[in-house]
């Protein structure tokens, strides 16, 4: 897109959820908005406010501006999403790309994996720096715009969410359930802007289940809305862990039941390997799908939205730390405050008996606000941590690698800002915006180019997200009722049955299952892995082949049941970053 009489070009990708609002800024008439594209729309806001645009934008996007007069590019990503921009830069040029591929489509760019990063993705340390899965490649973080002139670059952060802001005082618990109904369903309407059909997760707990509840209500006439739903294989010996469930099937029938415009469709591995589509990914996203024993379900609910006539995807996958936050802070909040009737009151309703008001005493108050000592001794003491392999414990990196990145300090420093605090708020704006999603949002690039959906999380919503972190404490934990503010917002939408559920799903219940009819194929994949020097010298692929020599013969239900419970998602995700290094090197087939 031109403007600027020729001045500027814009290359944009993604979509705008507020071009009412731009239109009035930019003295647009609805009229003339009418047929125009969000492109469109989005030069004229660079025309009017130049480099300050993205402050303008809500949606999720990537863009870039050439400025011919000047002599410079911006880019710039939204403040939340799955848009991606990656960078090569040096001294005679920077390449810029909505795409990793694009960096490589000029032929001089080599592909070399980066080591560090590999290594903190097995090792499952949130890595906030801009550098990709390749040497040489930057990526873009989310709510930062890039400027390059002919001899400088700089990155510079636009927006943040403000984990300090003032709670929001309202008159009643009521008001706080309609402020937050409305915004509620402004996000899930803005995701619903597209030519095609739109689709929908659910699952039987609040967050998927209330995003498709509302875009119900937002659906033309009669027409249906098309669900998703996974559940186990028949044959699933059922085992999940304490206080999960594995069968989302029975809750999500109530729910249809209550809203018979819902078209559930239930999915299973129907046989398929967990590697399904592995290698798709691999060339198209160019980076490791973040859970790869997942791929073959996301491959049938993608195929089937796709074969309904839907581009786009609606999930709830960050409403954990939006609208479904569950409120766990409000025990130090009301110490904190004084109001110790209120604490007291919580904790009786949440542990009746002596030593569960002790162990809550300790957990709820002490832990909170008290010294990092006090929690690491905690830990040592509840989780036998002097005992406990470290990184080995749950990845498969070999241990020098751990040592050579000084990972075990990493993780250290990360599990302190873990810990439960007197306000979560910090914790939870950390990750409602992280600093880098790149793995995720090259993932959702695959998606988009291999079966043209785009995926949108209401619950992720800018607006919605600002809301929820000046919502007190006690609107989500009442009464020793955690999650207390999503119940009430869904009342009377879903049924009762889900409203008082305390369980959590237990993604993926049957993965035993699944890879136990797999593992000669895996055997035979390590051993490849294992004959690579590449491979083995991050992967500790002898390791690897003891862990399917040792495969347990039921399913793992707990940390302290088999050590296949903690590596059941470390082994696929290791042998998918093995074949990713080999592919990277063209050795896979």
């Known amino acids: 897109m031109e403007g600027g009489d020729g001045r500027f070009v814009l290359l944009f990708d993604g979509w705008v959820s507020n071009r009412a609002e731009l239109a009035a800024k930019l003295s647009i008439s609805p009229a003339r908005l009418v047929g125009k594209s969000d492109s469109w729309i989005v030069m004229r806001g660079w025309e009017r ?10 949606g999720d996007f990537a863009l870039i501006v050439w400025d011919c007069s000047d002599q410079k590019l911006f880019a710039a990503r939204s403040r939340v999403g799955y848009y991606p921009l990656s960078l090569h830069c040096r001294p005679d040029r920077v390449i ?4 990793v591929h694009g960096l490589f489509a000029f032929g001089d760019v080599e592909r070399r994996i980066n080591p560090a990063v590999i290594a903190r993705s097995l090792s499952n340390i949130a890595y906030a720096g801009n550098e990709g899965m390749y040497e040489g490649v930057q990526h873009v973080p989310l709510a930062h715009m890039v400027t390059v002139g002919r001899a400088y670059i700089t990155f510079e952060r636009y927006w943040q969410l403000d984990h300090q802001a003032p709670f929001v005082r309202l008159k009643s618990d009521h008001e706080y359930v309609e402020a937050t109904r409305e915004l509620l369903d402004r996000a899930v309407r803005a995701r619903m802007a597209t030519p095609g059909k739109v689709a929908c997760e659910l699952t039987g707990g609040l967050d998927s289940s209330a995003v498709a509840i509302t875009a119900l209500q937002f659906v033309d006439g009669n027409e249906r809305l098309p669900a998703f739903t996974y559940v186990p294989e028949e044959g699933w010996d059922g085992r999940v862990g304490v ?4 069968d989302e099937g029975p809750y999500v029938r ?7 415009r819902l078209g559930s469709n239930f999915i299973r591995h129907s046989g398929q390997s967990w590697d399904f589509c592995l290698n798709d990914f691999l060339a198209v996203g160019a980076a490791v799908p973040l859970l790869p024993r997942y791929l073959n379900i996301r491959h049938q609910i993608f195929r089937q939205a796709r074969e309904m006539g839907a581009t786009v995807l609606l999930g709830g996958g960050m409403g954990n730390l939006s609208l479904s936050w569950d409120g766990s802070e409000v025990f130090a909040a009301y110490l904190r405050e004084r109001r110790l009737v209120a604490l007291f009151r919580e904790l009786m309703a949440t542990a009746p008996s002596p030593i569960a008001f002790a162990r809550a005493i ?3 108050v002490a832990l909170p606000l008290g010294p990092d000592w006090l929690w690491r001794l905690y830990r040592l003491v509840k989780h036998h941590r002097s005992s406990d392999p470290g990184l080995t414990g749950f990845s498969f990196l070999r241990p020098e690698v751990v040592q050579k990145f000084d990972l075990q300090r990493e993780l250290a420093s990360e599990f302190l800002e873990q810990r439960p605090t007197g306000d979560y708020r910090e914790f939870r704006a950390r990750y409602l915006a992280p600093n880098n999603n ?3 949002a090259e993932m959702m690039n695959s998606v988009r180019a291999l079966y043209g959906i785009d995926f949108r999380d209401p619950l992720g919503d800018r607006h919605l997200v600002e809301w929820c972190l000046r919502v007190p404490p006690d609107q989500y934990w009442r009464n020793g009722v955690p999650r207390w503010l999503a119940r009430r917002v869904m009342a009377g939408r879903l049924p009762n049955s889900i409203l008082s559920n305390r369980m959590r799903g237990e993604p993926e219940a049957d993965w035993h299952m699944q890879m136990s009819r797999q593992l000669p194929q895996l055997r035979e994949q390590v051993d490849i892995l294992c004959s690579d020097p590449d491979v083995s010298e991050l992967i500790d692929t002898q390791r690897l082949r003891r862990s399917l020599d040792e495969w347990p013969a039921r399913t793992p239900n707990g940390r302290n049941d088999n050590q296949m419970y903690r590596l059941s998602g470390a082994l696929p995700y290791a042998v998918a970053v093995g074949r990713f290094i080999r592919w990277t090197k063209g050795a896979n087939s």
């Open 96 to 99: 810029v790309s909505s795409s």
């Open 243 to 246: 206080g999960y469930y594995g």
């Open 254 to 260: 109530e729910i249809v039941a209550m809203h018979p």
């Open 438 to 440: 790149y793995v995720a």
């Open 362 to 364: 300790v957990s709820r």
């Open 49 to 58: 406010w130049g480099s300050s645009l993205p402050e303008h934008l809500d």
